[in-house]
């Protein structure tokens, strides 16, 4: 299974745009990238997914570098509520996510 | 967007009963499901992968026998953990796979059951 790399932590501005990186250099050609985000003590939301294109919608960008190895997740205008732990999984055939540590992003007032 | 619940959203038992955590789809049939938990600052572990009507499949080190699935139909699936003790105090946190809306295989997460075991 692909793993990926992560910052530990970040700060933003609040209304400022937030870019969160994310390292999955063993990724292969079928698996998907997923973000979610967890608020403290409650369940994974989830965010944009993405296989090869940059991806957008209401929450967020996902923009996947051509060779597949990174991406990046952009919170457009970060506001106080976006603060919490983001998650970059790379999903597998088998649909079983391995969570890694995950990015503490803190949205400061 | 799909729709996992989780019941009790916390329970405090005593060292050696019984606790039964259920997770619903409630607005889509999920023939998998899957069980997490998560301790204080780290991350989410998977425990299991739970197939509607068949045997669930455990992750490694994980207890088969203290961790009891069930998934019975397309939309429950159950977590009992057994002979409780302190150190199975967690934060359990159930998912649902299907189908999103570009086709790809998501899977959607319940809010989480905090068990304390005193």
């Known amino acids: 299974d692909a793993k990926t790399t992560q910052p530990p932590s970040m700060d933003c501005a609040e209304g400022r745009a937030a870019n969160l990186p994310c390292n999955h250099s063993?990724?292969?050609?079928?698996?998907?990238v997923y973000w979610y985000r967890q608020i403290h003590s409650q369940g994974p939301q989830y965010i944009i997914h993405g296989l090869k294109n940059n991806e957008t919608n209401e929450m967020a960008s996902l923009i996947i570098t051509e060779d597949r190895k990174s991406s990046t997740l952009i919170l457009p205008h970060a506001t106080l509520r976006d603060t919490a732990v983001y998650y970059c999984i790379v999903r597998p055939g088998t649909y079983k996510y391995i969570f890694g540590t995950g990015t503490r992003l803190k949205v400061l007032a | 967007g799909a729709v996992v619940s989780q019941h009790p959203s916390w329970v405090i038992c005593k060292s050696g009963t019984s606790v039964k955590i259920e997770c619903r789809s409630l607005d889509f049939q999920a023939t998998t499901m899957f069980w997490y938990r998560q301790f204080p600052k780290q991350s989410l572990m998977l425990m299991a992968t739970s197939n509607e009507g068949s045997k669930a499949t455990y992750e490694q080190g994980v207890e088969k026998d203290k961790f009891l699935i069930n998934h019975a139909s397309l939309t429950l699936s159950t977590l009992t953990v057994t002979s409780a003790h302190p150190e199975d105090s967690s934060f359990y946190i159930c998912?649902?796979?299907?189908?999103?809306?570009?086709?790809?295989?998501?899977?959607?997460f319940g809010p989480g059951t905090r068990l304390t075991v005193t």
């Open positions: 998912s649902a796979a299907g189908t999103g809306d570009k086709g790809s295989y998501e899977q959607y």
């Open positions: 063993t990724i292969s050609g079928n698996e998907y």
